[in-house]
């Protein structure tokens, strides 16, 4: 492992609560609500500006990277997310809620859940906008303070910062205990292994705003 100045640093990185890394889970059910497919998310992008909550018990996911970037909403109004991308992830317990509200009064939230029972989802080439992240995580070989357009492990198409920009990416990321909030998503592929969508009267969101600080 380095450092932004390319000296050693023995061992590996372990951070309880990493709140500007990537989350798969986000994209693997987030992307399926968003019906996107296309692998690839610029820095400045139209998105509807609705947050959705993630959790999952595990995540394992093969090269990553991560820089700041930001979406837009239609209207032009801008929001800073952390920019985070990974070659393939692996999913256990993954749950994915959006509360919206309806025209009539009251809200319905959208759960869907997938990867239990032993088989995990799993998805490639991921790229996730969001702001928050907790969990308990450890990055194998991470680098520190990369230049963000010089980076490479996350191998999803357009997973680059602007240069001189703050960057970080590591060959592979564990962490457990997932709780995200994200704003968009992209991805290539998902495999939603026992998949199920539900609509829940009122606020059913995978994770209470309490937990977020």
Not at 146 to 171: I, W, Y
Request: proline share 5%; charged share 15%.
């Amino acid at each position: 492992m380095k450092d932004s100045n390319g000296d050693l640093v023995q061992g590996r990185t372990r951070w309880r609560r990493f709140a500007a890394v990537v989350v798969p889970a986000a994209v693997a059910a987030g992307g399926l609500m968003a019906g996107v497919a296309n692998g690839s998310v610029p820095v400045a992008m139209n998105v509807s500006g609705q947050s959705f909550k993630i959790s999952a018990s595990n995540l394992h996911g093969d090269g990553f990277s991560q820089y700041g970037s930001a979406y837009y909403k239609k209207d032009g109004t801008p929001h800073a997310v952390a920019a985070a991308a990974i070659k393939h992830a692996e999913l256990t317990n993954l749950c994915q809620s959006v509360v919206q509200p309806l025209p009539w009064g009251g809200s319905v939230t959208l759960v869907i859940k997938a990867g239990g029972s032993g088989t995990p989802a799993t998805a490639d080439n991921l790229l996730i906008g969001m702001d928050f992240l907790g969990g308990d995580a450890t990055f194998h070989s991470i680098n520190i303070g990369t230049d963000a357009s010089a980076l490479t492990k996350g191998g999803t198409p357009g997973s680059v910062g602007m240069p001189g920009a703050f960057g970080q990416e590591a060959d592979s990321v564990d962490i457990t205990n997932v709780k995200q909030r994200a704003y968009t998503t992209s991805a290539g592929t998902f495999a939603l292994n026992g998949l199920t969508m539900q609509l829940v009267p009122g606020s059913a969101e995978c994770f209470p705003d309490t937990d977020i600080p």
